[in-house]
């Protein structure tokens, strides 16, 4: 059974930086792309970023310039590099993986990101 834990949250002061981390457990059909997303209580999920199997990338524009999403293939991990974080990146960050086979989405559990002074 496949899993994906995620890692690397945490509270951050404005204009400081954090990396989330997510990795799958267990064996995983080849990937098609990876995702993070974030959600606020009250909020519907945000999509943040995409790397695809072809290696690009995506962002969404409220984050650009300031995240960079990257992976370790041979690890099944995808990273998001968080640089000059503010308020309003407080949310809980959620790893996606879609894969090739039947469209499959997994998703990990959660982490909580909390950038306050």
């Known amino acids: 059974q496949v899993q994906l834990v995620e890692s690397g949250g945490g509270l951050v002061q404005p204009g400081g930086s954090l990396r989330l981390s997510c990795a799958a457990s267990?064996?995983?059909?080849?990937?098609?792309?990876m995702e993070w997303y974030r959600q606020t209580p009250g909020e519907q999920r945000e999509w943040v970023a995409q790397?695809?199997?072809?290696?690009?990338?995506y962002y969404a524009d409220s984050i650009k310039g300031r995240f960079t999403i990257s992976a370790d293939d041979a690890k099944n991990t995808v990273y998001l590099q968080m640089n000059d974080l503010k308020l309003e990146d407080t949310a809980v960050y959620y790893c996606?993986?879609?894969?090739?086979?039947?469209?499959?989405?997994?998703w990990g559990q959660g982490i909580q990101v909390t950038v306050s002074s």
């Open positions: 790397l695809t199997s072809r290696n690009r990338v």
């Open positions: 996606k993986f879609r894969v090739f086979r039947g469209n499959r989405d997994y």
């Open positions: 267990g064996t995983i059909s080849p990937i098609n792309y």
